[in-house]
């Protein structure tokens, strides 16, 4: 690998069909423990961490070659934008205007539509300790307003702490909302994640219809809350298919500088933990339900359902279209500044 600069290194990985070159970066700590990004659809590609018999493993889902990358429609990994989750109909209304998105998800728009921000080549820097990736998204893109600049930041502590920070500003309002969705398995193996436990601060969710889409409601979690439960206890078997889940939380409003506990994955076979804590106001969990494809990934087995589950910190779905939720608009006069954390640990 070349390009050292403190822990991080990188190297070309490839190129898209259209001559674009893309780099794998390497963030390594002292002890060893490293994350893997790209700046194709500036993805976590992996995590490795140790087990509590030290013996070091992935903990998320990742292919170990670009060609993957660039056949994926799972989002392995990948930053999501410029709106995180579904916006219904492809449509809103803004400042007196409408706009009209690329559909990619029945009648509605889901992860910034086709061209969404996984599937883009950004640019990549390198400064002291942290990798910067750059993006900048013209207006009109996916049918988007307002000219975009968006920075992706990720820092790796000696603790094993990924820390990823969203700053954008737009020269005209536009809905913004970024995530990363990556798929977290921490047995280190292609088991899937049904027996991990997870805990999430939260007591309602955002109700939905079978299309995912928001109802406008807030309601109590009941039997969707998680409290150090196994996530097979939470998935549903109709007959046909295991449903899992596939739910906005809205995180207990306690903020330290604000900072929110979002969640925390367990597995009891290899010891290893991930706590969340966001800026965020909520949480998306997605269980894998719909994971597929016929690339081996770093665990040499094909991704399927329920390989990996995700935690993604985000603002709420639709919100453009709910005015009984909070907003998220991005402007000349409102830059964007979010974070997302990552901790990895043992139980």
């Not at 509590?52 to 990742?62: C, D, I, P």
């Not at 996984?118 to 993006?135: D, P, Q, T, W, Y």
């Not at 009109?140 to 990924?162: A, K, M």
């Not at 027996?195 to 299309?211: F, N, P, R, W």
Request: include cysteine.
């Amino acid at each position: 690998m070349k390009n050292m600069t403190g822990h991080i290194s990188s190297k070309i990985w490839g190129e898209t069909d259209s001559g674009e070159v893309i780099h794998l970066f390497r963030l390594e700590n002292e002890t060893g423990s490293y994350v893997e990004i790209t700046n194709y659809g500036a993805a976590i590609v992996s995590v490795v961490v140790p087990d509590r018999y030290g013996r070091y493993g992935h903990v998320v889902l990742g292919f170990p070659q670009v060609s993957a990358y660039l056949n994926d429609n799972c989002y392995l990994g990948s930053t999501i934008g410029r709106y995180a989750n579904r916006i219904s109909n492809a449509h809103f209304e803004l400042n007196g205007e409408s706009y009209y998105l690329e559909t990619n998800d029945g009648v509605n728009a889901n992860h910034g539509g086709l061209q969404g921000y996984n599937k883009r080549v950004f640019g990549a820097k390198i400064k002291e300790n942290s990798l910067i990736m750059s993006l900048q998204s013209e207006d009109g893109d996916g049918g988007f307003p307002g000219n975009l600049e968006l920075e992706v930041i990720y820092d790796w502590s000696h603790d094993n702490t990924l820390n990823i920070v969203y700053k954008a500003i737009s020269d005209r309002d536009t809905p913004a909302n970024f995530t990363n969705h990556t798929y977290f398995n921490l047995r280190g193996s292609d088991v899937t994640i049904l027996e991990h436990k997870l805990t999430v601060s939260a007591a309602e969710i955002a109700e939905a219809g079978d299309d995912y889409i928001p109802t406008g409601r807030i309601i109590n979690a009941a039997d969707l809350t998680f409290q150090n439960n196994l996530v097979e206890d939470k998935v549903k078997n109709t007959g046909n298919r295991i449903t899992g889940v596939n739910t906005y939380y809205v995180l207990t409003d306690e903020l330290i500088f604000k900072n929110r506990f979002a969640a925390e994955l367990t597995d009891e076979r290899s010891g290893r933990s991930l706590k969340v804590v966001t800026s965020y106001p909520g949480l998306f969990v997605y269980t894998g339900d719909f994971l597929a494809g016929d690339q081996l990934n770093h665990y040499q087995g094909k991704c399927v359902p329920f390989g990996g589950l995700c935690l993604e910190c985000q603002h709420y779905p639709d919100s453009i279209n709910r005015p009984e939720f909070p907003q998220a608009i991005t402007g000349p006069q409102r830059p964007y500044h979010e974070f997302i954390t990552f901790k990895f640990g043992l139980i």
